[in-house]
């Protein structure tokens, strides 16, 4: 490819609303121009980024099993009636009528359509399992679209969905899948880490992340350096940081603290630890009948330490919290605690509430809380002695960095990290039983399809990758992804017959190798051309000028090298070649 039969489309400066680092870079290097909101075209050189991201993606997809389909990206919405989804979805699903006024949506992703597909031509214990997957634009109507290609509305993704007999076959599924997808993003060359993840909207019973480490990332990852331990700091199982609950050695004691209401006020007043004290939390629960009317509501107080923070996550699997608590209202809680919130306890109370607490403070001796009184705190607390035993203890914190890892292997750390793949079993529950999706046993009785399903997010990838990839000049891609892998700059082109034959030679050369290298001959002055290609990340570039070929040598640069190395001129195309390799 010549730089003249391309079409390169650089700026000096990002325009005024591109927020972050990978959409400054983007539209700087041509790769996407805006639309509208959260919605982009994808121009010459951030398309070639993108399929070859789709090539690695197909080739490992169809390496571990899966065979490509193509679903809609308009889908009937009964189908989604079936699931409830259409309801339950939320504003992100875009819902149109058609001109017969019938319901449609915009797929934001297709397990309904895949599990129909499979309920009409999977009849069969013989014909499973099977895989199938397809790269699809989707669309989620993001209240906020930000960040470029990060937080779009419409995207690429590869999504596949897996159909099994029982769930032994699933999780064998499923482990292809998650092998694959780690080969899958050891070539596109990126730092990740696929850590354990909540099922989130899509739903299931086993779910994996796959994180592009990056400082600027959404989610963070509580991982263990000595061991292989990583899970979203959501999921990360917080373990106790007290083995033993020590005997008290303090009396109970109301203490005033005058305009003192959050744990750090109150720990430096008192001249004590925040590790010591430990804060309130009050949810509450409804009980509805058959109409939706509130026949009964339970207060819940959740208890953490001071220096804690209570995971929403976690608590929306508690039993009796299951996915449908919310948080007490001023009202509420002054009926059951008799103070407004900011000295909340479980000592003391009016009415009685459900009492949880986290597994660190059940085990804790000579506590701090609120008096359930304003400007009064509760010293020397003690389990047992001054308050019954929680109903519950459980995990209900963020983990925090110096943390025990859950396996035992040392500490935990925390780092960020930007979500592009998603890997979840679903089992039978979500789709297939509520879509009657079926097969026949051996014994020619119905059984439903037990699922699993799994996401690449495409033009994610672009993002995340300049995220994790850049400096000062601009992107730096793996040579896997990049548009392309070799930039050769010859200095004169336009000017010198013989730097036009070596370019000309030295290009061929390349793509006979099987490298994918554009040729510069725009006849752009050196500074400007090397900047155009230090923007658009390409990892080699190769320079020549006639003062160099009157020596037989070229300069070979890598991306990431400060400074350029000479070669003879006939070794120049095997040594780009090692150099993409390595």
Same mark, same amino acid.
């Given at each position: 490819m010549k730089a003249s039969q391309f079409f390169i489309s650089t700026l000096k400066e990002a325009p005024a609303d591109a927020e972050v680092v990978s959409h400054q870079l983007m539209m700087r290097a041509g790769m996407i121009k805006r639309l509208g909101a959260g919605i982009y075209n994808y121009m010459p050189m951030g398309l070639r980024v993108i399929r070859k991201v789709e090539a690695i993606i197909r080739d490992e997809m169809n390496r571990a099993g899966a065979v490509e389909l193509l679903m809609p990206v308009v889908q009937p919405a009964e189908l989604w009636m079936e699931t409830g989804r259409f309801q339950a979805y939320g504003p992100e699903l875009m819902r149109v009528k058609d001109r017969h006024d019938r319901d449609f949506i915009i797929q934001p992703t297709s397990e309904e359509v895949i599990t129909d597909i499979a309920r009409q031509e999977l009849r069969s214990y013989k014909q499973l399992p099977r895989n199938f997957?397809? &790269? !699809? =634009?989707?669309? @989620? #109507?993001?209240? @906020?679209? %930000?960040? $470029?290609? /990060?937080?779009? %509305?419409?995207? =690429?993704m590869k999504d596949a969905y897996s159909f099994d007999r029982d769930k032994a076959g699933a999780l064998k599924s499923y482990q292809l899948m998650f092998d694959a997808y780690k080969r899958i993003f050891d %070539?596109? $060359?990126? !730092?990740?880490?696929?850590?354990? *993840?909540?099922?989130? *909207?899509i739903g299931g019973d086993a779910s994996h992340e796959f994180q592009v480490i990056a400082d600027t990332g959404e989610d963070a990852i509580a991982y263990c350096p000595t061991s292989d331990y990583a899970a979203n700091v959501e999921l990360a199982e917080a373990v106790s940081l007290i083995a033993t609950r020590a005997a008290p050695t303090q009396a109970l004691a109301k203490t005033p603290t005058p305009g003192k209401s959050t744990c750090e006020e109150v720990a430096a007043l008192l001249g004590i630890a925040l590790a010591t004290t430990v804060k309130s939390l009050v949810l509450a629960t409804d009980d509805k009948n058959e109409a939706g009317d509130i026949v009964k509501t339970t207060v819940w107080l959740l208890l953490v330490r001071g220096d804690h923070a209570m995971n929403e996550v976690k608590v929306g699997k508690l039993p009796g919290l299951k996915d449908a608590f919310r948080f007490a209202t001023v009202t509420e809680i002054e009926e059951h605690f008799g103070c407004k919130p900011g000295y909340l306890g479980p000592i003391g109370l009016k009415k009685p509430v459900k009492v949880v607490a986290d597994r660190t403070v059940a085990a804790m001796s000579d506590w701090v809380c609120g008096a359930n009184e304003a400007d009064f705190h509760i010293t020397g607390v003690n389990w047992g002695r001054d308050l019954p035993e929680p109903d519950l203890v459980a995990d209900i914190r963020n983990v925090v960095e110096g943390d025990p890892s859950p396996d035992g292997q040392g500490v935990l750390a925390i780092q960020r990290g930007i979500e592009v793949g998603h890997v979840f079993y679903l089992g039978t529950g979500k789709y297939s039983q509520p879509m009657k999706a079926q097969?026949? #046993?051996?014994?020619?009785?119905? !059984?439903?399809?037990? /699922?699993?399903?799994? $996401? &690449?997010?495409? =033009?994610?990838?672009?993002?995340?990758? &300049?995220?994790?990839?850049? #400096?000062? @000049?601009?992107?730096?891609?793996? *040579?896997?992804?990049?548009?392309? !892998?070799?930039a050769v700059c010859p200095i004169g082109y336009d000017r010198s017959a013989e730097v036009q034959a070596a370019a000309d030679a030295l290009h061929a050369e390349l793509l006979a190798l099987g490298v994918d290298a554009i040729l510069d001959d725009r006849g752009e002055r050196p500074g400007a051309m090397f900047a155009d290609w230090e923007l658009i990340g390409v990892p080699q570039r190769v320079v020549l000028s006639d003062r160099g070929l009157k020596d037989g040598q070229v300069e070979v640069q890598g991306r990431r090298e400060a400074e350029a190395s000479k070669l003879p001129l006939a070794e120049v195309a095997a040594a780009v070649k090692a150099r993409l390799g390595a």
């Open positions: 997957y397809h &790269i !699809q =634009t989707k669309f @989620r #109507d993001e209240r @906020r679209p %930000r960040f $470029g290609v /990060m937080r779009g %509305r419409e995207f =690429t %070539r596109f $060359g990126l !730092q990740y880490r696929a850590v354990a *993840a909540d099922t989130g *909207a097969f026949l #046993d051996e014994n020619g009785k119905p !059984q439903p399809f037990e /699922m699993g399903c799994y $996401g &690449i997010g495409v =033009t994610r990838i672009l993002g995340a990758g &300049i995220e994790q990839n850049h #400096d000062a @000049r601009g992107i730096i891609w793996p *040579a896997s992804i990049a548009p392309f !892998q070799v």
